[in-house]
């Protein structure tokens, strides 16, 4: 085990009973890591934190924290150096956010529970990191639930462990809150030097906050690695079987599925300019051509996932004769013809010419 592992699964099953939900678990994270758990609905994510946690027993395996067996240690030592924050609902009657947070503080506290200045000094930090210091005197119960799972959040940082284990952490945030906790979390990690272990419904958000990402589906651990290496060659969509619509793992963005059939519109785009009107066209149910694209274009995957036909053409290579032909063909075929492009570089001056065609015919909708 490397010096700085602080968490370690060794041929883990996790589940409840005899009944196993995850079988095959074995991975460490590192002091100054975030390690992600993503994976389809049911394939056991929550299973696995429960029982990293001990809230599990496990079925087999082991758990170590710290160079410690987890199943040996005393549960005081337990939430020293590990703390949880699950979706499950607490009971929080007459107490107020600042209470909540402060029971992160008990397993220093003693029996009676009093806080000292320093325990009240890291309650008030945990709940300004996590920008819930205005909730401080208000009943738990009278707030939104994206609030509440903040307020848990400062909980757990409140505990000051060297093990964090949050289960979606990001649920009923917006998107806005959603980016703020997970920098927290982030800057956490690093100025701390602790380990975080999350689950995670948005897959663009574990991409891009995440340092290991473990998958689980078909009740197993089925990859683990970096971000570049779990994003990579399609295997998203495998692992969560889409069937509706595409997953572009480059970007990190979902795409709906495309309209097929015989194209009515054609559309010339560029830059990025298509995008907007290649959903647009999607979500009105009529099928579309788009063109001429070239490969490293900006407007290239969602062209790719929505339309029924592409012309492309290699990445900064000049628009061909070739490609210019089959445009022209499809504009033929096409009721009408949208141009998005605002302006043509020298790399695209052909497309500027199948606009002036789409004109000639009287198709043209948008400008030249």
């Keep these: 085990m490397a010096e700085d592992t602080v968490l370690r699964a060794e041929g883990v099953s996790a589940g409840y009973g005899k009944k196993v939900v995850v079988d095959g678990l074995a991975f460490e994270v590192r002091a100054g890591e975030i390690l992600t758990i993503i994976g389809p609905n049911g394939a056991g994510k929550s299973t696995v934190l429960k029982s990293i946690a001990a809230q599990l027993p496990l079925i087999s395996g082991r758990v170590s924290i710290c160079g410690g067996d987890l199943s040996s240690m005393k549960e005081s030592d337990i939430s020293r150096r590990l703390s949880v924050c699950l979706t499950d609902r607490i009971d929080a009657e007459k107490m107020t956010c600042s209470d909540i947070v402060s029971t992160g503080r008990y397993p220093y506290t003693g029996r009676l529970g009093l806080l000292t200045d320093g325990d009240r000094a890291a309650v008030r930090e945990a709940m300004e990191l996590t920008g819930t210091a205005y909730l401080a005197d208000t009943d738990f119960r009278c707030i939104s639930d994206g609030q509440r799972q903040t307020v848990m959040l400062a909980r757990a940082i409140a505990q000051q462990p060297q093990v964090m284990l949050l289960d979606e952490p990001t649920s009923f945030l917006d998107i806005n809150n959603k980016l703020r906790l997970l920098t927290v979390l982030r ?109 490293n274009d900006l407007d290239f995957p969602v062209a790719a996932a929505l339309s029924a036909e592409l012309i492309t053409e290699k990445s900064f290579e000049s628009v061909s004769a070739e490609s210019l032909r089959r445009a022209k063909e499809l504009i033929d075929r096409c009721g009408s013809v949208i141009c998005t492009v605002k302006s043509f570089g020298q790399m695209n001056l052909a497309n500027k010419e199948l606009a002036g065609y789409a004109d000639s015919l009287g198709k043209l909708r948008g400008s030249i």
């Design 187 to 295: 800057e956490l990690v690093r100025s701390r030097n602790i380990a975080v272990v999350q689950s995670l419904h948005e897959i663009d958000l574990a991409q891009r906050f995440s340092d290991k990402i473990l998958c689980v589906h078909s009740g197993k651990a089925d990859r683990l690695g970096t971000p570049e290496d779990i994003f990579s060659d399609g295997y998203i969509s495998g692992l969560y079987s889409m069937t509706s619509g595409t997953f572009n793992g480059l970007f990190g963005t979902a795409e709906a599925e495309r309209v097929t059939g015989r194209p009515e519109v054609f559309v010339i785009g560029g830059g990025g300019s298509g995008i907007p009107m290649y959903r647009m066209l999607q979500r009105r149910g009529t099928a579309f051509a788009a063109g001429v694209i070239h490969e």
